[in-house]
């Protein structure tokens, strides 16, 4: 079976209540990694020996006074011992970068970046995505000097500041054409996950210049650098022709009134709408005299009403009682719509014989286009890693840092520490929440069977994917609102189809079993009425097919690379 990040969380969160406190003990990732992969997880004493804070000064006065540190999380620490880089400063500029031990070139291969965000404070304003700086052939960088100056090649992660809220994705380009270099970002970015749980970002860009960007090991981006529609890293080909003039003679209209329409000689524009029903006639016990509504004789003015300050009294009106069995008060006809009403007339609209179609500018070749020398996922040589970010709100967590040639070894690194770390928080999240009933446990002796426990655990697979899925969905509507219906209109059709006809199938099997139960005490006490003569009843019921191919097995490692395409 496969499963992604989100499906696992709500399953993993509920069998993880009962799993001994020690499985939650950090253990390092020591799994041998590819000699090009760069592997930082923040577990060991020599941390600032590799990751250097910028002292770049401005004005005389030091530009970036955020400070970092390397701790624990202290909000829903699921894992006791892992420890991530932090920045620790409200309201500040912080920067941090880690100088390679060798240059990263991406010529001809696939590049991998993942890395994990927390905000232990909701976020207000502020960025947590990572660069992937410039380096020429000496991997000459200067740490110390780090700036939003620094030249870099691409920019990932969330950043999040008042409605604005999306998952950067951006590639600096040299432009061969004008020989400079250029900002292209993705179009349409994904939303940025705001909760206080670890969130896993995972950017891919293939050899064949496809590129995806997931969240939890979802992918909710995907497309291609050389598409416009997903990226503007190339000119267009071809070009609007400014110097193109609409002719003079060109006609968009396409309708046009017809000449020869002549308004008929019975036409009344002067007939109303409502006429007096000529068939009405007010009826033989209407009492005109009598009002509809009389004042209340038990709405009496109480004593200590002032006129004069309270203002004048009024009795509450209450419906006549002599006028409950006929109409009373004055008797108006009642109105109808006049069949002999047509309105205005107007001339009927006929096509135009001249028209022509909306006219548009003819597209030229694009005289800026040029054909790259090289893949565009052929990168800029990568010398280094920083974090250079602003943020109204500190203590944003950053762990398991990678950056690689390899899907495979980042989907493992994400199945080894992000799922493990992400389930215990949740778990603590609902530890710590008084108002969250406490699963029940399972007696394994109702799970023997290999087919029942093989039902069993897809059931469980398909309710926890779907649930998982929507409160994720529910918790990106309430942070954008506006953008996520828009960006993401179909999930919002899915989620309600699916809750609506759960609610529909629920309602119909109660009302059958409710008739049933009334069928069987009419049977008990009306017999007669149950008798049926010459007739044989026959209830065919349908059966329903179980799949019994094995859908996977609780030892099997979770493939996240199987997560499907929002």
């Known amino acids: 079976m496969k499963f992604s990040y989100t499906t696992i969380w709500s399953i993993l969160s509920v069998l993880t209540l009962s799993v001994n406190a020690n499985d939650n003990i950090y253990k390092p990732y020591d799994?041998?990694?590819?000699?090009?992969?760069?592997?930082?997880?923040?577990?060991?004493?020599?941390?600032?020996?590799?990751?250097?804070?910028?002292?770049?000064?401005?004005?005389?006065?030091?530009?970036?006074?955020?400070?970092?540190?390397?701790?624990?999380?202290?909000?829903?620490?699921?894992?006791?011992?892992?420890?991530?880089?932090?920045?620790?400063?409200?309201?500040?500029?912080?920067?941090?970068?880690?100088?390679?031990?060798?240059?990263?070139?991406?010529?001809?291969?696939?590049?991998?970046l993942q890395y994990e965000v927390k905000?232990?404070?909701?976020?207000?304003?502020?960025?947590?995505?990572?660069?992937?700086?410039?380096?020429?052939?000496?991997?000459?960088?200067?740490?110390?000097?780090?700036?939003?100056?620094?030249?870099?090649?691409?920019?990932?992660?969330?950043d999040k500041c008042g409605n604005d809220n999306k998952v950067h994705f951006i590639i600096k380009h040299l432009n061969e054409k004008t020989g400079e270099i250029e900002e292209h970002q993705v179009k349409i970015p994904p939303m940025a996950r705001l909760?206080?749980?670890?969130?896993?970002?995972?950017?891919?860009?293939?050899?064949?210049?496809?590129?995806?960007?997931?969240?939890?090991?979802?992918?909710?981006?995907?497309?291609?650098?050389?598409?416009?529609?997903?990226?503007?890293?190339?000119?267009p080909k071809e070009i609007i022709n400014e110097n193109e003039i609409k002719p003079e003679d060109w006609v968009e209209e396409k309708y046009i009134i017809d000449e020869n329409d002549e308004k008929p000689i019975d036409w009344d524009e002067n007939a109303p709408y409502l006429i007096n029903d000529p068939s009405a006639i007010k009826p033989?016990?209407?009492?005109?005299?009598?009002?509809?509504?009389?004042?209340?004789?038990?709405?009496?003015?109480?004593?200590?009403?002032?006129?004069?300050?309270?203002?004048?009294?009024?009795?509450?009106?209450?419906d006549n009682p002599n006028c409950e069995n006929h109409g009373c008060g004055k008797w108006y006809i009642p109105k109808i719509k006049n069949p002999n009403y047509?309105?205005?007339?107007?001339?009927?609209?006929?096509?135009?014989?001249?028209?022509?179609?909306?006219?548009?500018?003819?597209?030229?070749?694009?005289?800026?286009?040029?054909?790259?020398?090289?893949?565009?996922?052929?990168?800029?040589?990568?010398?280094?890693?920083?974090?250079?970010?602003?943020?109204?709100?500190?203590?944003?967590?950053?762990?398991?840092?990678?950056?690689?040639?390899?899907?495979e070894e980042a989907e493992d690194i994400g199945n080894s520490t992000f799922l493990p770390k992400l389930s215990a928080e949740h778990s603590e999240a609902i530890a710590l929440d008084p108002n969250v009933e406490k699963p029940n446990t399972f007696d394994s002796k109702y799970l023997t069977t290999p087919l029942v426990n093989d039902i069993y655990e897809y059931a469980l697979d398909v309710i926890a994917k779907f649930l998982s899925d929507l409160t994720d969905y529910v918790l990106d509507v309430f942070?954008?609102?506006?953008?996520?219906?828009?960006?993401?209109?179909?999930?919002?059709?899915?989620?309600?189809?699916?809750?609506?006809?759960?609610?529909?199938?629920?309602?119909?099997?109660?009302?059958?079993?409710?008739?049933?139960?009334?069928?069987?005490?009419?049977?008990?006490?009306?017999?007669?009425k149950t008798a049926y003569v010459g007739t044989t009843k026959k209830v065919e019921t349908e059966k329903v097919e179980v799949i019994k191919e094995k859908k996977g097995s609780k030892d099997s490692k979770i493939n996240v690379t199987e997560a499907k395409k929002r």
């Open 31 to 112: 799994k041998k990694l590819s000699s090009d992969s760069i592997f930082e997880q923040f577990n060991d004493n020599n941390w600032d020996k590799r990751w250097i804070t910028s002292n770049l000064e401005k004005d005389d006065q030091l530009a970036y006074i955020g400070q970092w540190d390397v701790d624990e999380a202290y909000i829903l620490n699921g894992i006791k011992g892992d420890k991530g880089l932090i920045a620790k400063t409200d309201a500040a500029l912080h920067a941090i970068s880690y100088k390679l031990p060798k240059i990263f070139d991406n010529t001809n291969n696939t590049l991998v």
């Open 119 to 158: 905000f232990q404070k909701p976020l207000e304003c502020g960025g947590a995505y990572i660069k992937l700086l410039t380096s020429n052939d000496n991997n000459d960088f200067i740490n110390e000097q780090f700036s939003d100056k620094s030249p870099y090649v691409i920019m990932f992660g969330p």
């Open 195 to 235: 909760v206080q749980t670890t969130t896993l970002y995972t950017l891919i860009i293939d050899q064949n210049e496809d590129f995806q960007i997931r969240i939890n090991g979802d992918i909710v981006r995907s497309g291609n650098l050389l598409n416009n529609d997903d990226f503007d890293l190339l000119p």
């Open 284 to 318: 033989e016990d209407w009492d005109e005299n009598e009002p509809e509504q009389i004042p209340d004789p038990n709405d009496l003015k109480p004593e200590d009403w002032d006129d004069q300050y309270d203002g004048i009294w009024e009795q509450k009106l209450i």
């Open 342 to 407: 047509k309105g205005k007339w107007k001339p009927r609209m006929i096509d135009n014989p001249n028209y022509k179609g909306e006219w548009k500018p003819s597209l030229i070749p694009n005289p800026n286009y040029y054909t790259p020398s090289k893949k565009l996922s052929d990168l800029e040589k990568i010398g280094a890693i920083g974090f250079e970010i602003w943020t109204i709100n500190a203590d944003i967590m950053f762990n398991n840092i990678y950056l690689g040639h390899s899907i």
């Open 479 to 528: 942070a954008a609102p506006n953008e996520t219906l828009i960006q993401r209109p179909g999930e919002a059709v899915f989620f309600s189809s699916i809750i609506i006809g759960t609610f529909v199938s629920v309602v119909g099997f109660w009302s059958l079993v409710i008739a049933t139960i009334k069928a069987m005490i009419n049977s008990y006490f009306e017999p007669e």
